[in-house]
């Protein structure tokens, strides 16, 4: 992961300017007419189990489908935080929220700086803790942030246009065919990572990539579509977007401090989208609800490690119906654990 930040760090110095042409006031003005979907609301509800006058934090605001649900369950008496990385998106959220005419703070933020997060807008004593991983339909289907490779648009990916990170195209166009293979076996466990790690490096030789369709016609070449219903170049998209927006760094720096910011009772419930996502948030809850962490053979306890959470679920799926209705649910899974 390490190395992986700084290989973005490395290409970010080389910048291509056709990756920067995102016009944000247009799109907070006159949003994109995209239904929006929150995927296992019910079931998030269900397990929050929120009372009037609690105090709740979402970590990934979105569409505010959950926090919508999340201000309405806590009230007047109580608070909302909702974080959320990506500017055009909170905007949208706000309108959504204050309909309702209760309390509550957005904050325009990475989750990643919830320690820092939580000094500055005295974030504390947490009843729930809400994160619903990866990217919203708003930021899939908009052309502009090039995140689909169904829609034409720049090879870009930040889930903050206005953050200096490096982009899609940024990668693709200039980091080593090692640098990608890995970028892809990583954070897309795409089996044929070197071929087309070796296909990009040759065609980016006489034409540097641009947009969203490049990338997949170049994907498709080494690998042709053959009827599968999944793009061949799904998974190359998945990794390059969670290399750009360190996504897996992210996780892993939030989960502790949010534990720490719910009070004794209080739940933390994450929606992972991919084994990528999922694991790490099953191996932290589990060790985080274990007493002791010594090796299995050790007569006494030596290593002080005292459990924080109970485990309320294993990994809950949407419903049928739910998939039937809005099918990308499917790879959906739902974590509760509560503080002790
Ligand atoms: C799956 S959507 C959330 C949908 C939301 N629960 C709803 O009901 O509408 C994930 C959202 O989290 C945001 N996000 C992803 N990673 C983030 C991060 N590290 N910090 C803050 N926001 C993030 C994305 O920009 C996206 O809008």
Redesign the pocket.
Known sequence: MHCISSICDRAYGKRIPACQTLKLEEHVLSPPNIE?Y??M?REVLDWLNLQAGQRVL??????????LEMLKAVGSQGFLWA????PQ?LERARIKLESLGYPFQLIP????ELAFLAEQYGISELDAV?L?????L??LKEPERGFSFLNEGPLDMR?NPQEPVPTAADLVNHLSEAELTRIFQVYGEERMARPIARALVATRGKTPFVTTIDLAQAVEKVMPRRGQKLHPATRVFQALRIAV?G?LD?LERVLPVAVKLLKPGGRLAVIAFHSLEDRPVKLFMRKLATDCLCPPRQPICTCQHRAQLRLLTRAVKPSEAEVLENSPSRSARLRVAEKL
């Open positions: 929006h929150s995927v609301l979402d970590c990934t605001l979105g569409g505010a489908g959950h926090s974080i959320e990385r990506d998106t933020s990475n989750f990643a809400l619903d991983l990866g990217t919203s708003f930021q889930m927006n996504e992210a």
